[in-house]
């Protein structure tokens, strides 16, 4: 059993900043790409940042030059900072890997349950 657990979102005023965390953890060979998804009310879920097991990043033009999504392989856990947040990040933020679980398993895609964030004055 593998399971994918966020934590850090919230309410934050404009130019404010959070970071999230997300936890992945069981039966656990290797993981290899890392990301956040977003979805905003009454709109598709976008991917928002992603990262390789070798550390390469790409995000998404809307958030390039204030949020920044880093891992930690040895705690098996990914971030996301979010600088000069605006009130249209407001959504829902989903953590996703590719994990596989034992030498003999193929990938797999895990979710988190999501974790809240407003931007509002």
């Known amino acids: 059993q593998v399971q994918l657990v966020e934590s850090g979102g919230g309410l934050v005023q404009p130019e404010g900043s959070l970071r999230l965390s997300c936890v992945a953890s069981g039966t656990i060979f290797k993981i290899n790409d890392m990301g956040w998804y977003r979805q905003a009310p009454g709109k598709q879920r976008e991917l928002a940042a992603t990262?390789?097991?070798?550390?390469?990043?790409s995000y998404v033009d809307s958030v390039k030059g204030r949020f920044t999504i880093s891992r930690d392989n040895a705690k098996n856990t990914v971030y996301l900072q979010m600088n000069s947040l605006k009130p249209e990040d407001t959504a829902v933020y989903y953590c996703?890997?590719?994990?596989?679980?034992?030498?003999?398993?193929?990938?797999?895609?895990?979710w988190g349950q999501g974790t809240q964030v407003t931007v509002s004055s």
């Open positions: 990262i390789t097991s070798g550390g390469s990043t």
């Open positions: 996703n890997a590719e994990i596989i679980r034992s030498r003999y398993f193929n990938p797999r895609q895990y």
